[in-house]
């Protein structure tokens, strides 16, 4: 591990992961579709934003849909289903390292998917001195915010697959003021910013970080790099941490806490739908 003082702003990750089953579909005669269908099924979880200042960092959104290359209607345009069609109210602080939380089903057609557009309503941060911040929504976050899916998505009839869509919150909630109390905050401005991954192409980072005595370092800060930061999170009370959706390749992986010298371990290679461990003995 490389001994150097790092410092670093987390990420808070969004995990809004659309499961593609395999099911029935009935024709449309103003669609042009490929053969075969799939079910999409969303969850959404997250990674931590300064948890120890902010008791609620909430979205809300009213609408999510999901594009297809493979058909148009009508009107010549390229497909769109409706994955999510009423507000829906999440509090991201509620799920980190992996976890997540379900989001309606729907039917698509086989072929191939390339964009999820996402209509986000309210945006809302509530610290921990009871201090509540209703943020202003961009306008292209209100009208759809246009996610890629990369690599883009092929579903094929009777298989399941999934597209994690990472929230970054810290660029998304970009806090006013001093940041170190409650106090010192003034208000948060709301620019979301998001990414989109093909989980059939990506794998998972996970440890735990200790000092050289074996004490458990809780709330250490765990990020992995490639030209920059791909995703970030916290460990929990018993160190561990879980990076998810993670594409394919190599990373190097950073831990930080407090004033101890900041690890490092580089060319950690993820591969698709592996798990990699990566463990930390920080110093002072």
């Not at 103003?30 to 990674?47: F, H, L, P, V, Y």
């Not at 209100?142 to 697959?161: C, E, H, R, W």
Request: aromatic share 8%; glycine share 8%.
């Amino acid at each position: 591990m490389l001994a150097t003082k790092k410092s670093l702003l987390a990420f808070f990750t969004v995990l809004l992961v659309i499961l593609f089953i395999g099911n029935g579909c009935e024709d449309d005669d103003n669609i042009t579709k490929a053969e075969g269908s799939g079910t999409i099924s969303m969850k959404m979880g997250d990674a931590p934003f300064p948890i120890d200042l902010v008791a609620k960092a909430e979205i809300t959104i009213n609408k999510i849909d999901i594009r297809s290359v493979s058909e148009t209607g009508s009107d010549g345009d390229q497909r769109t289903y409706i994955v999510l069609d009423e507000p829906q109210t999440i509090n991201l602080i509620d799920f980190r390292n992996g976890l997540t939380t379900d989001l309606p089903n729907i039917i698509v057609s086989a072929g191939n998917y390339d964009q999820v557009r996402l209509y986000i309503a309210d945006a809302k941060i509530e610290l921990t001195d009871g201090a509540t911040y209703e943020l202003k929504v961009p306008s292209g976050a209100a009208s759809g915010l246009k996610v890629f899916i990369k690599p883009s998505l092929q579903v094929n009839p009777d298989v399941t697959y999934e597209v994690l869509l990472d929230v970054d919150l810290t660029k998304s909630f970009v806090v006013q003021g001093n940041p170190s109390t409650p106090a010192g905050i003034n208000g948060f401005i709301f620019k979301p910013v998001i990414r989109a991954v093909n989980l059939s192409e990506a794998g998972t980072i996970y440890g735990k970080v200790s000092d050289t005595d074996g004490n458990i370092l809780a709330n250490s800060h765990v990020w992995v790099e490639q030209d920059s930061v791909i995703s970030s999170t916290y460990t929990e009370i018993d160190g561990s941490y879980r990076l998810i959706g993670l594409p394919s390749g190599t990373y190097n992986v950073y831990a930080e806490f407090a004033e101890f010298i900041t690890g490092s371990v580089e060319g950690v290679v993820v591969s698709a739908s592996s798990e990699t461990e990566v463990n930390f003995v920080l110093s002072l």
